[in-house]
């Protein structure tokens, strides 16, 4: 087989035990972990945006430059917020946030695509204000978390294959 005759991309198929568990509802174990990484990737952006803020005052007056001050609240604050709007946009677009796409998971809405602006919102906000409602995953026979429940959706496994 020549080069030319191979093709551009291959598909790479799912080990076993992961195509068993492809479109069930995701456990509470890879759940947490996803929110784990949503929770690092937040505090990281929030970061980012301390350090092009420091950046900006050095460039702007590098004589008197120093660090800016923030209280703990604040940047507690930012990174909840900052959370939110990653949510809400990850779960409106695809469906996936950053933690979702490292352990395969997917946000899905009652018709079983990803949930529409407002629904993604209000489930976002529910699961910054209200964290410890991932739980009840654990609890549930469906799997759903306290957000699930109230907000109409459902977090599968979705290792996407590509071609």
């Not at 970061?47 to 702007?60: S, T």
């Not at 703990?72 to 779960?91: D, E, F, G, K, P």
């Not at 739980?135 to 306290?146: D, P």
């Amino acid at each position: 087989m020549s080069v030319a005759d191979r093709p551009r991309h291959s598909v790479r198929a799912l080990p076993n035990e992961a195509a068993e568990r492809q479109g069930t509802r995701a456990g509470v174990v890879s759940r947490v972990l996803a929110m784990v990484v949503d929770a690092a990737y937040s505090v990281a952006l929030v970061g980012l945006g301390y350090g092009l803020w420091a950046a900006a005052r050095l460039v702007r007056r590098p004589r008197e430059f120093a660090w800016p001050q923030v209280s703990y609240v604040s940047l507690v604050t930012a990174a909840l917020i900052v959370a939110a709007i990653m949510l809400t946009v990850s779960w409106t677009g695809t469906g996936r946030s950053p933690g979702g796409r490292l352990m395969g998971l997917r946000v899905l809405g009652p018709d079983g695509s990803p949930p529409r602006l407002g629904r993604s919102l209000l489930r976002a906000i529910a699961c910054v204000a209200f964290p410890i409602g991932l739980f009840w995953s654990a609890l549930s026979k469906r799997n759903a978390s306290i957000q699930d429940l109230v907000f109409r959706t459902n977090v599968a496994y979705d290792w996407h294959q590509r071609a």
